[in-house]
């Protein structure tokens, strides 16, 4: 899939609470795409009360052209790491778009109705790992995994620049632990397509 | 430590705040005297970080009046210097930034726009400091102020304060706002033989035969600094071309003068703007900072309608371009000025426009900024 | 009034006569001060000091903030920048960092650098800054006319006090030594050989120095507290003040009618702001 990433501009808003490294998804694609994948990147987040424990939420823009508007109008992919987060942001989602979610952390509303849902017990699988605060590095392999937004590469070379040194390879295999999920996902469905 | 940590040349993904600070890096930057508030503080620890890496200094000064003038001071030590603030900040550093322009120092002020008044929206965005930037400090006196709409161009515009500064021997205004200053983006910093930087201009002049407030046709004195032997005097007092106080309203008259001349008559070489879609527009979408890259959805939102609208980003605020908002008033249907306060920079519009086309404003209080489906409709209706 | 005591004449006098032109700016003569002001005295202490400490001219910057003791800066043919009312210490403090070949000097009134440069003062003092701070303390704000400011004795009189300032005085010394200063002295304006002594002392070390001058303000201060003419303030301050050196700072409050303690009340080193950079900030980026 290396290379071939989607040439349209893209909108990504990952939500969960503080503390769980939502910025640092936002920071990790956006650095990806704008430094190693030869696109404009544009991350933004809520500050304000919010930022201390409470929600947290970041905005991630990629486009192949320069950015004029930074804000998410309607998110290509929305991913939920918390209920709040869910609640508050699952009704502005692309008609077409994905809704991530850690399955641990979020129920769906019953009248939930993006197509593309994918969930994955990112927390769980970090815990299994050793640390859960990896649970978003998992979670970015998972949205790897599932969308072609930013190449792949650009995303594993933006992490190790963006986590503690100690820390890279756990943090890869957290990455390769979503990523794997997501594609064992992807050949399930298609098992069952096929079928 | 040494000079080659000045200059990070690269592909970044920074911060406004932190790509502000590395313009100041690379502008040559020695000392930074600030006080620490939101939304700027990032500057300021990205600059206690660095400086000491080149054998600068950071200093947090006691509060902004003290954080103004320790800038001031270091300037006229021989160093390039800056701070930055916001909100209350700002206000407490008004005293002295006078003291600068009378003393024309050159220095760096980033003013991280939050909403106000008072302590206002500490984490939240605002651009109502456009007309205390241009009128803050008592007295009349001209600036030169910068609202960068993006990290990179914060980075770009904050070399660009220190080479102006340099250039008309003032304080530089860096007008941005939380919005820039807390977004990231990818931030190029060019090799350090490829900046242009604009040195400090010390006179040829010896001892006794120069004077620090002489100038020429373009009304700019030449530098010097404490310790090269000129026994300068300098005063927030009206001065004559010596520095000697002059309380008398002749002095007062060329020096005002003189302070207002040095940047109205230079002022088409100051200015920068940037025109979009502008070779067939009948509306003109002025804008600035944050709100610029939003009135730019809303102006495609009302492109799509059919409306012909282009936009005059304004890139310096201060002088203001009255030349080019006069002359496309000749020709274009009505401006819309977007901007996060109720009408500052849309007056100046207004004044300039005199009657010669519609004026509309989109007003926002700050703490958030534009819809621009807002800022469409408001296109629509200025194209009626 | 009473003819002058011998002595009190010499100082005068020689403030007129005295080799010291090159350090002034006589193109700025004659100065705003009014007669009987112990402004001069202190002023050629000043001159005489750095004459003495062989200390290059060109090394010497003076900064002040506002006030009638602010405009010693305009007056000394030395690089001088006369700032803002209270500013005098940050811009010094720039200044000083910005080129440390400089001894840079900041002279000011009391209401200029304990009211409204109060924070500047304490915290210039805590960092230790290589700055020599002259007060000039007449009680009172000189330029503007004789209102109450931060030393003003209880029970005195001023324009914005006219039933006498309730009102507690800061106690110089004590407020430097407390905050961190190294080198700590307090004169009145008519001893002018210790005066002197004790600013070539200070000139030439290193950090946060601070000299109180006990000066007469005939016009503003005496009037209003009918005193009488500058000399005979001169020698009310003479006659009253002991010599104390190391003396507790505690024990130097100033009131109406009691001693004024004078002496060098504190010479200690400690490091310096500067000190901390080059030492440790440098040393942990790998420097000398
Ligand atoms: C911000 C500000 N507030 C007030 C003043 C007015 N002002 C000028 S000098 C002065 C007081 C001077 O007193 P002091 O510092 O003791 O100096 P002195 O004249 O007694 O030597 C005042 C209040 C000013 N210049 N600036
Ligand atoms: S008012 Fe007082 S301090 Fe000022 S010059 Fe006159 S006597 Fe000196
Ligand atoms: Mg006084």
Request: proline residues 5%; neutral net charge; charged residues 25%.
């Amino acid at each position: 899939m290396k290379g071939a990433t989607t040439p349209s501009r893209k909108e990504v808003r990952f939500t969960g609470y503080g503390g769980q490294g939502m910025v640092v998804m936002g920071l990790i694609l956006g650095r990806a795409a704008a430094v190693h994948d030869g696109k404009s990147a544009t991350m933004t987040q809520s500050y304000g009360p919010e930022a201390r424990g409470g929600a947290s939420s970041t905005q991630c823009i990629i486009s192949p052209s320069r950015i004029f508007y930074p804000y998410v109008i309607e998110p290509d992919v929305l991913v939920g790491m918390s209920q709040e987060g869910y609640d508050k942001h699952r009704l502005n989602i692309k008609p077409d778009g994905k809704l991530l979610y850690d399955e641990d952390l979020v129920t769906l509303s019953p009248e939930e109705k993006t197509k593309n849902i994918h969930s994955i017990p990112a927390t769980r699988f970090a815990e299994e790992l050793g640390r859960k605060i990896v649970a978003n590095i998992v979670m970015l392999g998972f949205f790897c995994g599932l969308t072609d937004f930013v190449a792949e590469e650009a995303i594993r070379k933006a992490i190790e620049e963006s986590v503690p040194k100690p820390t890279i390879t756990l943090n890869i295999k957290a990455f390769d632990k979503g990523k794997s999920y997501a594609l064992s996902l992807l050949e399930g469905s298609a098992a069952k397509a096929k079928s | 430590m040494g000079e080659e940590r000045r200059v990070l040349t690269g592909e970044h993904f920074l911060t406004g705040d932190h790509a502000c600070a590395e313009g100041g890096m690379a502008a040559g930057c020695m000392f930074f005297g600030g006080y620490p508030i939101t939304p700027s503080t990032e500057i300021a620890e990205r600059m206690s970080l660095r400086l000491p890496e080149v054998g600068g200094i950071f200093i947090q000064m006691e509060d902004e009046m003290a954080s103004m003038n320790s800038i001031l001071g270091a300037a006229w030590g021989g160093w390039k210097s800056m701070t930055c603030t916001s909100g209350p900040g700002f206000s407490l550093m008004m005293e002295n930034l006078g003291l600068g322009i009378v003393l024309e120092t050159p220095t760096v002020l980033v003013n991280i726009q939050r909403g106000g008044p008072s302590t206002g929206l500490p984490t939240l965005s605002g651009q109502a400091d456009m007309m205390q930037a241009k009128w803050g400090s008592h007295g009349d006196y001209e600036i030169i102020a910068l609202a960068p709409n993006s990290p990179q161009e914060i980075f770009d515009h904050t070399i660009k304060a220190f080479n102006l500064a340099e250039q008309y021997r003032t304080p530089v205004l860096v007008m941005s706002d939380e919005s820039v200053g807390h977004m990231t983006e990818k931030v190029i910093i060019p090799p350090r033989e490829e900046l242009k930087l604009v040195p400090r201009n010390y006179t040829k002049k010896k001892p006794g035969e120069y004077l620090p407030f002489e100038c020429g046709e373009d009304e700019i004195p030449e530098m010097v600094k404490a310790g090269d032997g000129y026994k300068i005097h300098i005063t927030g007092l009206t001065h004559d071309k010596r520095g000697y106080p002059d309380i008398s309203a002749e002095a007062q008259d060329w020096m005002v003068r003189h302070l207002m001349n040095k940047i109205q008559k230079n002022k088409k070489k100051i200015i920068e703007v940037e025109r979009i879609n502008m070779d067939d527009a009948e509306v003109v979408v002025v804008s600035y900072g944050i709100s610029s890259r939003v009135a730019h959805r809303g102006m495609d939102l009302a492109r799509k309608t059919g409306v012909k609208v282009g936009m005059l980003r304004l890139i310096t605020v201060w002088p203001f371009p009255d030349y080019m908002i006069k002359e496309l008033a000749e020709r274009v249907k009505a401006f819309v000025t977007v901007e996060l306060n109720f009408g500052q920079i849309a007056l100046e519009v207004e004044r300039y426009v005199a009657g010669k086309a519609k004026c509309y404003l989109v007003p926002h209080a700050g703490g958030d900024v534009h819809k621009p489906e807002d800022i469409a409709e408001a296109i629509k209706e200025a194209a009626k | 009034m009473n003819k002058p005591a011998a002595h009190l004449e010499t100082a005068i006098v020689e403030q007129d006569t005295h080799p010291m032109a090159d350090l002034l700016r006589m193109d700025r003569m004659p100065h705003i001060w009014c007669s009987g002001c112990g402004l001069g005295t202190g002023l050629t202490c000043f001159i005489m000091a750095l004459k003495e400490t062989g200390i290059p001219e060109d090394k010497v910057a003076v900064v002040s903030g506002i006030g009638c003791t602010g405009r010693v800066a305009g007056y000394l043919n030395l690089d001088s920048f006369h700032t803002t009312h209270g500013r005098g210490i940050p811009f010094a403090t720039g200044l000083a960092l910005a080129n440390p070949d400089l001894r840079v000097v900041v002279y000011s009134g009391d209401g200029d650098l304990v009211a409204i440069g109060g924070n500047h003062f304490i915290h210039s003092a805590r960092r230790n800054m290589d700055l020599m701070v002259v007060c000039v303390n007449n009680f009172t704000y000189g330029m503007t006319g004789g209102q109450a400011g931060p030393t003003t004795p209880i029970s005195a009189k001023a324009s914005t006090a006219p039933y006498g300032s309730y009102d507690y005085p800061f106690n110089i010394p004590y407020l430097a030594i407390a905050s961190g200063a190294t080198y700590v002295a307090r004169w009145t304006s008519l001893h002018m050989r210790r005066l002197k002594n004790s600013m070539r002392e200070a000139l030439p070390k290193k950090g946060f120095r601070v000299i109180e001058i006990i000066c007469p303000c005939p016009t503003a201060f005496a009037r209003k507290n009918r005193l009488g003419s500058g000399l005979d303030l001169m020698k009310h301050y003479h006659d009253n003040s002991i010599i104390k050196h190391g003396a507790d700072p505690r024990e130097a409050d100033i009131d109406m009618n009691g001693k004024v303690v004078c002496g060098t009340f504190l010479d200690i080193e400690r490091p310096t702001f500067r000190d901390f950079q080059t030492e440790n900030i440098a040393k942990q980026l790998g420097g000398e």
